[in-house]
């Protein structure tokens, strides 16, 4: 079984902080991805990577970083949060471009 | 522009009564579509994949079909225990690995 899985599952954090979110998958899966998900907007692509220390950006990735300096580990930073960076995270991973991508439980992170 | 479209928003329904969930999608050469369970607070976890018009694929009281421009998520006799939202996803238009996610259908199954 694929399993994919995140540091936190709940994160509260202060305006202007740095946070890291960390996804670890265990398929040795290619891809992997950080998406956010917020009510009435569905899941939206952050970043992904197809390899070791490549990354492209989604569709929403200002305020947001990310590193995979191991095929397994795959980073997210949030360089100052704001409020609005409030949401539930999820990493997915996948074997192939096209493939089936496996979730994460979430992170559900608050910034006060 | 890609869309994903999933109706209703929110279905209820008793223990038994079946009923089937919408996915219309606008997307240019479709490369597969994703069906996704996700339980409250939870990751989506992966159900199907279905790739041509006229594919079904069933797991337990679940089958889902395909056709050019929609699936449908078909839930038969459904138990309290299929309750969670449903998922739809299409691989967008001109990159191989974005997935485009729709919004979900909400069910509850009751008693």
């Known amino acids: 079984d694929v399993k994919v899985t995140q540091s936190s599952r709940y994160l509260v954090k202060r305006t202007g902080e740095k946070v890291f979110l960390e996804c670890v998958q265990d398929m040795d899966h290619e891809n992997m991805f950080w998406y956010r998900q917020d009510p009435g907007l569905g899941l939206r692509l952050i970043y992904f990577?197809?390899?070791?220390?490549?990354?492209e950006k989604g569709d929403i990735p200002e305020g947001y970083s990310v590193s995979r300096e191991k095929k397994e580990r795959f980073s997210l930073i949030l360089e100052s949060a704001s409020t609005s960076q409030t949401s539930m995270y999820l990493c997915?991973?996948?074997?192939?471009?096209?493939?089936?991508?496996?979730f994460g439980p979430g992170t559900r992170l608050l910034v006060l | 522009e890609d869309q994903v479209t999933q109706s209703p928003e929110a279905l209820r329904l008793q223990e038994g009564e079946s009923s089937s969930l919408n996915c219309s999608y606008t997307?240019?050469?479709?490369?597969?579509l994703f069906w996704y369970r996700q339980d409250p607070g939870k990751g989506p976890e992966f159900l199907f994949t279905?790739?041509?018009a006229g594919e079904e694929k069933e797991k337990e009281r679940l089958k889902a079909t395909l056709t050019k421009k929609e699936s449908f998520l078909h839930i038969t006799a459904p138990k309290p225990e299929d309750s969670a939202t449903y998922l739809c996803?299409?691989?967008?238009?001109?990159?191989?690995?974005?997935?485009?996610f729709g919004t979900g259908t909400r069910l509850q199954v009751t008693l």
């Open positions: 996803a299409v691989p967008a238009t001109g990159t191989a690995s974005k997935l485009t």
């Open positions: 990577s197809y390899d070791v220390k490549m990354k």
């Open positions: 279905l790739y041509s």
């Open positions: 997915a991973s996948s074997l192939l471009v096209q493939e089936t991508q496996y």
């Open positions: 997307v240019s050469g479709l490369r597969g």
